[in-house]
């Protein structure tokens, strides 16, 4: 059994300073980096700066979510989460859909943050055909052990572009031609009367409130998912089940 095995489960995670050091130096793809918040120490500071470098997103934390997520309960103050592959551009996803010559249909995560939930969107996007989906950068899950997992495979299939900012990725969608529908249950655009046949980016949001401010500005159409029942939200995941698949109704016709 070499380090890697030792160090890191079944749930992608490397916990303490030697083995997260070792994993940077062997070039190791890391999701994100959690650092003790507070600590004034040069050696979790080269750490930092060393994930950083590589692409990871270094998140400062209180010691006690560290705590909760150690399964060795050594963690010297440094938790790395795996990545399981690497991200996507956004320009890989857009050339995706031309060289299938198909209009684009991507899939935006406005801060899922629920790893079980962008899987489940994953899978889905990956049988709807939809050519990528993308995330921020921040206040988001990532391609970790457990998104892998819940997405029956599907991360190895679907593009998966990770932004700084996701207005600003919308406005660029935008220039490219696409369409912005975000699902929202104040929207004024009943699902069913939502032209999603042309290049399409379909905004789904947190599971707790929904698409931020700035990004539902930044739609082009907020469309509504009709709810007969006496609740009034749908599962993230559900929601754009419902809006890919609508897309490939239209698509078919």
């Given at each position: 059994m070499d380090w890697k095995e030792k160090q890191q489960g079944d749930d992608g995670i490397i916990e303490g300073r030697n083995?997260?050091?070792e994993a940077l130096r062997v070039g190791t793809a890391l999701d994100k980096l959690y650092i003790a918040k507070g600590e004034v120490d040069a050696a979790l500071g080269h750490i930092a700066s060393k994930a950083r470098g590589q692409g990871a997103v270094v998140v400062e934390c209180d010691r006690r979510k560290l705590d909760a997520m150690s399964v060795t309960h050594s963690h010297q103050g440094v938790i790395a989460v795996t990545s399981v592959r690497e991200y996507a551009d956004v320009s890989d996803i857009l050339a995706a859909a031309k060289e299938k010559?198909?209009?684009?249909?991507?899939?935006?995560?406005?801060?899922?943050?629920?790893?079980?939930?962008?899987?489940?969107v994953i899978r889905t996007a990956e049988c709807a055909g939809a050519h990528g989906?993308?995330?921020?950068?921040?206040?988001?899950?990532?391609?970790?052990a457990v998104v892998a997992k819940t997405s029956a495979g599907a991360v190895s299939h679907v593009p998966v572009a990770r932004v700084p900012n996701l207005?600003?990725?919308?406005?660029?969608l935008k220039k490219e031609g696409l369409w912005v529908y975000g699902a929202t249950a104040a929207g004024d655009t009943p699902l069913y009367r939502a032209d999603l046949k042309g290049?399409?980016?379909?905004?789904?949001?947190?599971?707790?409130?929904?698409?931020?401010?700035?990004?539902?500005?930044?739609?082009?159409?907020r469309v509504a998912i009709p709810?007969?029942?006496?609740?009034?939200?749908?599962?993230a995941s559900a929601a754009a089940a419902i809006l890919l698949y609508e897309a490939v109704r239209q698509r078919l016709d």
């Open positions: 083995a997260v050091l010559n198909e209009p684009p249909l991507v899939v935006v995560c406005d801060e899922l943050s629920d790893p079980h939930n962008l899987g489940a989906v993308i995330i921020p950068k921040r206040r988001s899950a990532g391609l970790t207005v600003a990725c919308l406005k660029e290049p399409a980016a379909i905004v789904i949001g947190s599971e707790g409130d929904g698409m931020s401010r700035l990004v539902e500005e930044t739609c082009d159409v709810m007969r029942g006496k609740l009034n939200s749908l599962n």
